[in-house]
């Protein structure tokens, strides 16, 4: 092409080679500039790139960003971090095709709870078979002042910052050995009837028991006492005469939960044993059915005199 003009401008007169000559200058000047500029504006180009971005709890959006650095495209989005806010990338990363930009948005409240501050047991005396809670427990009150994360809306961390004691917590005491209103113990309860070896028809406290009349010629299992029945019990002599008795767990043909008063002793009726009265030991006359349980649960209810004439 430059040959074929050089063709022209050498076959022209003169004047034509002037305006021929000025044309060409013209036209590679033109040629320079545009090219210069192009050369500029490639120098210049930033590509964009396809992202998604999670901010906290909201929907996963998809953008066309400028490839920068994490930072200056949150920026150009006009998405604002907080100082504990963080992100899965460093800010100084630059944003590659089909990354992802996670921020997680971190908010710190405090809460006041109040908890429970639980009560210690505290154990006295040594015996075995017996138990008495002298004193409940109660539980303590503590008011505690909590700084508490959240990350996206859920618990991250909990952390007191204060702790104030609104009630003490009140000790349980429990004594382990004799015998006193509310003790407790699980032990062997068995029945007996007034015919039984070695009986006598009568009890260690001089209650009737007999195998065809029952207590006191009443027709029953009953012993009155002060206006109200109890069942006729032999118990160890740590038990005083007259001590009534909350009897369950037990496998008799009588109501869930019975009471019993102690009137009777017996050469095998030591420590956690008791023995109910039934009547007759033969196949008639028994006031009911039943017999020997071995983890009977028995409650002191009142705490008898002890003398033998309690019930005269």
Known sequence: MLQKAKEVIVSANSRTKGILAVACVYFIIT???????????????????????KDGVQDTKDYLVKQDTVEN??????????????LNKEKGYVVQQKDIIEITRVETKTIFVEEDIPYSTVKKGSGSWTKTVEQKGQNGKVKKTYLVSYAN?????????????IKEPVDQVIRYGGVS??????????????DCYGCSGRASSGVKLSPTTGVNNTNSPYLT????????????????????????????????????????????????????????????????????????????????????????
């Open 181 to 194: 209103k509310g003790t407790t113990f699980v032990g062997r309860l068995t029945t007996y009837g007034g």
């Open 73 to 86: 495209v949150l920026t150009e989005l006009s998405i604002n971090l907080g100082k504990n806010d963080s």
């Open 225 to 312: 006492y002060k206006g109200k029945k109890y069942y006729c019990l032999a118990a160890d002599r740590s038990i005083p005469f007259g001590t009534i008795i909350k009897i369950s767990n037990h496998n008799l043909s009588t109501s869930d939960t019975i009471y019993g008063i102690v009137v009777d002793r017996g050469g095998a009726i030591k420590g956690n044993k008791i023995d109910i009265f039934q009547g007759s030991e033969g196949s008639s006359n028994k006031y009911f059915g039943g017999g020997t349980s071995y983890n009977t649960r028995f409650e002191i209810v009142s705490l008898g005199s002890g003398k033998a004439s309690f019930w005269r």
């Open 153 to 165: 809306g859920k618990e991250a961390n909990r952390k007191v910052i204060k702790e104030e004691i």
């Open 31 to 53: 040629l320079a500039t545009m090219s210069a500029g192009a050369v500029n504006q490639i120098k210049n180009f930033i590509p964009t790139v396809d992202i998604q971005l």
